[in-house]
């Protein structure tokens, strides 16, 4: 009695998660991972599978030690991602992201577009190697424009190492965990232009709200003019 159960041991998360009864199951270690540096993990939120690739979303409700809804991928890690041409080049991925504590998340709000986008857009990029046969890893961005409500400025997601989950190594693979952090356009421009001041900006304080899909956070690269006088602007577009 009282004694805690891994949210891979739960046989109720074992019948979501088949795979969880498998001995050697990645998504079973990719989850202790999650829950040994971020807390128990409350709910699979949703799931999505093509061809063989099944991803599911996980949410971690706040906490003190995570104050933040999390949402992260589990599954996604599963997919080796390839550059054609590059036989060194290869990665395998977790995604999440960070929303206020404010956000609603029970689960008349997830049925609204309003509160349910990030679900849509964490499952999109979960997906993206696989439908577009691209390289993804730590750094790119994607272009996400229309993924976010009406009145939201962001353009793009960057996608950043994850702070609060090292990288980890299963069966010799190693699977990297990535945050995705909401960009505006100049804050793009920025990174096409300059990607180490970019990234010193980024990360310069780790508890900034840079890393929250927040629309009212203020952009880190209002003055990119000065880095981008010199550069052509139909290549930062």
């Keep these: 009695k009282g004694k805690y159960i891994r949210f891979s041991e ?37 799931k999505k599978e093509i061809e063989d690739l099944k991803v599911y979303i996980l949410y971690l409700s706040p906490s003190l030690h995570n104050p933040h809804h999390t949402f992260i991928t589990c599954g996604m890690s599963n997919y080796s991602i390839t550059a ?97 952090i909401p960009i505006f356009q100049d804050e793009r421009d920025l990174k096409l232009a300059d990607i180490e001041e970019f990234s010193k900006r980024v990360f310069a304080d780790r508890e900034n709200d840079i890393f929250l899909f927040d629309p009212k956070r203020n952009s880190f690269a209002k003055d990119v003019q000065e880095f981008t006088k010199d550069k052509n602007y139909d290549y930062l577009d």
Excluded at 113 to 133: G, R
Excluded at 137 to 154: A, K, L, R, T, Y
């Design 84 to 180: 054609e041409g590059y036989d060194d080049l290869e990665t395998h991925l977790e995604v999440s992201l960070r929303l206020p504590k404010e956000w609603n998340v029970d689960e008349i709000s997830l049925k609204d577009e309003k509160y349910n986008w990030p679900i849509k857009l964490l499952l999109d990029t979960a997906f993206y190697p696989l439908n577009s046969k691209a390289y993804l890893d730590v750094g790119h961005s994607i272009n996400s424009e229309g993924s976010f409500p009406d009145g939201w400025d962001f353009k793009s997601i960057v996608l950043s190492p994850s702070f609060e989950l090292d990288n980890i190594n299963i069966a010799k693979t190693k699977i990297d965990f990535v945050n995705l």
């Design 10 to 46: 739960d046989k109720n998360n074992q019948k979501l998660i088949p795979e969880f009864k498998k001995k050697d199951s990645y998504l079973k270690l990719v989850c202790n991972h999650i829950e040994n540096n971020l807390g128990p993990i409350t709910s699979i939120i949703d």
